[in-house]
């Protein structure tokens, strides 16, 4: 069932497109039987790529042009002119392609450009700048701003040959690429700065605001296209003008320019003047600052002395200067890795500044800056010298009491001992002297430095005297140990008989007899080389009627024994014997 209605259904499609086959065909036997249509009047052209039919020179003009590949079937009229027919009535009449080109081309050239605006190196007021371009041929229409663009082209219009609208552009310089590219892809391209200022200049600030003048002066604008700026300065009737290098003396950060200049005001010392600035842009806007009348401070101050004076842990440093408009005085330390500029004094007194500061132990390289209120400045470098916050320490002397023949100790506790000295004079304050200790050779530094010397007293023999020692480092600072009076005594013991052929020998106990002449006797030491622990051992603490007797057992075998008599300040006088305990 269902085949038979396909076949009935075919055979009627079949029928329908004979009909309307025979239908057209007689309708084109009428028309070519009424000269409506002719075959000769219609051309089939066939165009392939980069080629393209201009129907505005064909027929009318606002038709323009079209591009390949493609097929276009044209229509003779009775004026002589060719206009697009239907592409069927080619086919139906079963017209091949022409074999003229009746007008078609080959297109490779570019549009040409004409840039009327803006031309190059132009300056508008505005940032609505007018484009004003014509091409040769319709095309598509672009620009890219090739400093703030980001590699991006703007379309300006489509298939147009006439541009004339105004754009925004950024103040400042601006540099642009036109391109143009028709329907065959051909590209053309044209280049061109300009300049935009649409704002007038501002004049944010100057400096010196207040206080004094001293030939610095500093200016900060906003101005994208600054062209003139220049300092006008000095007294009625003589007034005087510098301009700026703004490439050199002006800084540009974010959209403000800070210029930096000076002039020398010697003529106007002691005198107030008027200062202002004028700027100017391309475009030809001027700003002028306000006025600021100030007095000219032209001269630095004078740093006529500067010291340091030590103060325990802290001291100061005295600066004499001169100035009437002095604004602060300043230091640093060189040897300091990171030294800095720190205030020492923001005022005198009679053009004394006394900065206390607390500085480092150590050397010291010190720079004063002395300011002005006109911002004038003198520098001043100090000699270098010694900071020590720990004082020396004079912990012990000797002789501590009773007599001395000269000879005397002393312990101190300091990193950086410079100079110790022992003084020495009668009780009454006369005859006084002094010696300087050889720190070095005569001291030994352990926990504490230990220091032994000698002076002659032979000239104080007999007196009552009076010592001390004083101690000094390498930043100044001094002790002075407690004053000890003493008796001199210079003179040595004296044995006044052989004390050899006194020995009186008992079995192993041998009878020693000496016979001594001393004021101040302090004792008989004795020394035996046999004993194989020997050591200086008494023989006698007091004399009887300047005689020392004393027994003492020995071991067998040949003695040699050393004898030495001692007083109270330290004299000696030594003798030796020998014998033989069997």
């Known amino acids: 069932m269902n085949d038979k209605k396909k076949q009935i259904s075919n055979e009627k499609r079949t029928r329908n497109i004979f009909v309307f086959g025979v239908i057209s065909l007689a309708l084109l036997m009428v028309l070519l039987t009424a000269g409506i249509v002719s075959a000769d009047s219609y051309s089939l052209y066939c165009i392939e790529q980069g080629e393209q039919i201009d129907f505005g020179a064909l027929c009318n003009p606002e038709m323009g042009t079209r591009s390949g590949p493609g097929n276009f079937c044209m229509h003779i009229q009775d004026n002589g002119k060719e206009c697009p027919a239907s592409i069927n009535i080619c086919n139906n009449l079963g017209l091949g392609c022409s074999e003229s080109t009746n007008g078609t081309t080959l297109d490779l050239t570019p549009p040409n450009i004409t840039l009327n605006s803006p031309v190059n190196d132009a300056l508008f007021t505005s940032r609505s700048v007018l484009l004003d371009i014509e091409l040769s041929e319709r095309a598509d229409l672009y620009y890219i701003d090739n400093i703030n663009g980001r ?159 030590p103060d325990g842990r802290t001291g100061n440093i005295a600066v004499n200067v001169s100035d009437p408009n002095l604004d602060g005085l300043y230091y640093i330390d060189h040897n300091d890795a990171k030294g800095k500029w720190k205030t020492l004094c923001s005022r005198t007194v009679e053009g004394i500044c006394n900065g206390r500061t607390t500085l480092p132990d150590g050397t010291h390289a010190i720079e004063i800056r002395a300011v002005d209120e006109a911002g004038n400045e003198a520098l001043f470098t100090m000699d270098e010298f010694f900071t020590d916050s720990k004082a020396p320490k004079i912990k012990m002397t000797e002789p501590r009491r009773g007599f001395t023949n000269g000879m005397f100790y002393v312990s ?3 990193e950086n001992p410079v100079e110790l000295e022992l003084h020495y004079q009668n009780i009454d304050g006369s005859n006084s002297a002094s010696q300087i200790i050889d720190i070095e050779n005569e001291c030994t530094l352990s926990k504490n430095y230990e220091c032994d010397t000698n002076v002659d007293l032979t000239g104080y023999n007999g007196q009552e005297i009076e010592y001390w020692f004083t101690l000094e480092d390498k930043a100044g600072n001094v002790d002075e140990s407690k004053h000890i009076a003493l008796q001199v005594d210079t003179t040595p013991p004296v044995i006044n008989n052989d004390v050899q052929s006194n020995l009186v020998i008992d079995d192993n106990r041998v009878a020693f007899n000496l016979d001594i002449t001393e004021l101040n006797f302090d004792e008989v030491l004795y020394f035996d080389a046999l004993d194989p622990r020997a050591r200086w051992k008494t023989l006698c603490s007091r004399l009887d009627e300047g005689i020392c007797e004393k027994k003492v057992s020995f071991s067998t075998g040949e003695h040699d024994v050393s004898i030495q008599v001692v007083d109270e300040a330290g004299n000696s006088v030594g003798t030796s014997v020998q014998f033989n305990i069997v």
């Open 151 to 309: 590699g991006r082209w703007s379309r300006i219009c489509n298939s147009c040959m006439i541009h004339n609208r105004t754009r925004s552009f950024q103040d400042g310089l601006n540099d642009i690429t036109i391109r143009a590219k028709d329907n065959n892809g051909n590209e053309a391209f044209a280049n061109v700065s300009f300049f935009v200022d649409s704002k007038a200049p501002i004049i944010r600030s100057t400096t010196p605001k207040t206080g004094f003048a001293n030939g610095d002066f500093s200016v900060v604008f906003n101005e994208n296209n600054p062209w003139l700026l220049s300092l006008h300065y000095g007294v009625s009737g003589n007034m005087k003008e510098k301009a700026l290098d703004i490439i050199n003396e002006c800084t540009f950060v974010k959209d403000k320019y800070t210029c930096m200049t000076n002039v020398n005001l010697d003529e106007f010392n002691e005198q107030s003047i008027e200062y202002y600035f004028i700027l100017e842009d391309i475009a030809g806007n001027v700003e002028e600052s306000r006025h600021v009348i100030l007095p000219v401070d032209n001269l630095p101050p004078v740093i006529n002395s500067a010291e340091y004076i």
């Open 412 to 414: 101190f506790t300091e």
